[in-house]
């Protein structure tokens, strides 16, 4: 079964920037679309962005359309997501999750496999 591992987060300043890796075992991604979440306190959990299986295609959620950019490499079975001009609502608990379909679905559901999460806490 796939299982994700998160790493990259901490703790940034407003405006800064950092890079979240999602390393999967088995290293195989190839047809599996991917996506990144978040979860801050007291507040549901909400996609974030999506990466198809192929890479082709991405998805993200307006609050980071511009912001945030999601990759992939397939030959080391990690997809990452790239954030920038961080602030303060970006505080969260971020994980990634696998979808059963090659392609992002329209909704933010039916993902698996989730990771144990990497903390992001944007503070001056």
């Known amino acids: 079964q796939l299982q994700f591992v998160e790493s990259g987060g901490g703790l940034v300043q407003p405006g800064g920037s950092l890079r979240l890796s999602c390393a999967a075992s088995?290293?195989?991604?190839?047809?599996?679309?991917v996506g990144w979440f978040r979860q801050a306190p007291v507040k549901e959990r909400e996609g974030v962005s999506c990466?198809?299986?192929?890479?082709?295609?991405?998805r993200y959620t307006d609050s980071v359309k511009g912001r945030f950019t999601i990759s992939k490499d397939n030959a080391k079975g990690t997809v990452y997501l790239q954030m920038n001009s961080l602030k303060p609502e970006d505080t969260a608990v971020y994980y990634c999750?696998?979808?059963?379909?090659?392609?992002?679905?329209?909704?933010?559901?039916?993902?698996?496999?989730w990771g144990q999460g990497t903390q992001v806490t944007v503070s001056s």
């Open positions: 999750a696998a979808h059963p379909f090659i392609l992002c679905p329209v909704s933010w559901t039916n993902f698996g496999s």
């Open positions: 088995p290293s195989s991604l190839d047809r599996t679309a």
């Open positions: 990466i198809s299986a192929s890479a082709s295609s991405t």
